[in-house]
């Protein structure tokens, strides 16, 4: 592609790089001049103009962004993902449905190491998103690149997003209470709606003394495809109440403890074939959580083993919740003067 200033005369068939003034009104960049354009800048007063002019071989900067789109999800209805042409040689993948993103880091990472014209964003990884949601969007940065460029970033990021949906539908949470006038009611509304932003519904409230026996038997009796415990005191060891109560119920618990802020006491087990979460009381606020992220992708049907939980901790402090009983800077040095969440 050739880029720089020409006069008006020679115009005609290249891609105005400003805008500019006519009378009546303005011709946009990015616009193919034709002959009438080239009449109405001249009688503007114009001689001179920066257009760019693709050469053979090249290709313009829309049908670049709608190939390569295509090449990164070439089935978009069974990804989940749908391609939204905008012009300017920008193509956004949004989201069908609710999901998880799902990314070949490393592939996107070669498309964009292509040529600097040629540009890929995106949500990061594994990040819940709603229906609509822009998941990437691809960018041509010049009006034009060449064919073998875009070819080669075709193919280095071929089929690397899609979306992972739900694949769980129902769930059961079993609350414990210390306090006999505990009714769970916060604990239940925030958890149905965290699962409702992944379609799955949760059953009626269910509410037990904190103790290993009764909470034993009330997992036995949950009918959900995932069970969820939330605890009216919090779990300090893998083998304190809610974790004791898992093995009595004939249940097995996979690992206690993440190095994610908050919700560091999540603990992660089984009975039969259903996942067990065991969520931390942070929980019990809408706010993100590290049990957000184990919760979500169990619900999209990824298996989440103790290496996945104990990698998260890059990027596990999170925003700290403001009903926090104590504070993570409560009795730090010169903390009154430190700021924070």
Not at 116 to 135: E, W
Not at 252 to 277: E, T
Request: charged share 20%; net charge neutral.
């Amino acid at each position: 592609m050739r880029f720089g200033p020409h006069p008006v005369a020679q115009a005609e068939g290249a891609i105005l790089a400003h805008s500019v003034t006519i009378a009546g009104g303005r011709l946009r960049k990015g616009r193919v001049l034709c002959a009438e354009d080239v009449a109405a800048l001249r009688a503007a007063g114009h001689d001179s103009l920066t257009l760019a002019r693709l050469d053979p071989g090249d290709v313009h900067e829309d049908d670049a962004a709608i190939a390569l789109a295509r090449a990164l999800v070439p089935a978009p209805d069974a990804a989940g993902l749908t391609l939204k042409p905008v012009g300017t040689g920008r193509v956004n993948i949004v989201a069908a449905g609710p999901g998880l993103v799902r990314l070949e880091a490393a592939r996107i990472n070669a498309v964009n190491n292509v040529d600097p014209a040629i540009t890929v964003a995106t949500l990061p990884d594994l990040m819940r998103v709603d229906p609509g949601a822009m998941v990437a969007t691809v960018k041509i940065i010049t009006y034009g690149v060449a064919q073998p460029a875009l070819h080669s970033a075709c193919l280095a990021g071929a089929g690397s997003m899609k979306i992972l949906p739900p694949v769980l539908r129902h769930a059961s949470l079993i609350q414990t209470r210390v306090d006999a006038r505990a009714d769970g009611a916060k604990g239940h509304s925030v958890t149905a709606a965290r699962l409702d932003r992944l379609a799955v519904t949760l059953d009626p409230p269910c509410i037990v003394p904190h103790q290993i026996a009764p909470l034993a038997e009330a997992l036995r009796a949950a009918s959900g495809e995932l069970i969820l415990i939330l605890t009216g005191s919090a779990t300090s060891d893998a083998f304190d109440t809610a974790p004791q109560a898992l093995r009595q119920a004939g249940g097995s618990v996979a690992h206690f403890g993440m190095p994610v802020d908050p919700g560091n006491l999540l603990f992660l087990g089984q009975l039969g074939a259903r996942r067990v979460i065991g969520l931390p009381g942070c929980a019990k606020s809408p706010a993100l959580n590290g049990a957000d992220w184990v919760l979500e992708r169990v619900i999209c049907g990824l298996e989440v083993t103790p290496a996945d939980i104990m990698a998260m901790g890059v990027g596990g402090l999170l925003k700290e919740i403001p009903t926090r009983p104590r504070p993570r800077r409560q009795g730090e040095e010169g903390a009154a003067d430190a700021g924070g969440d």
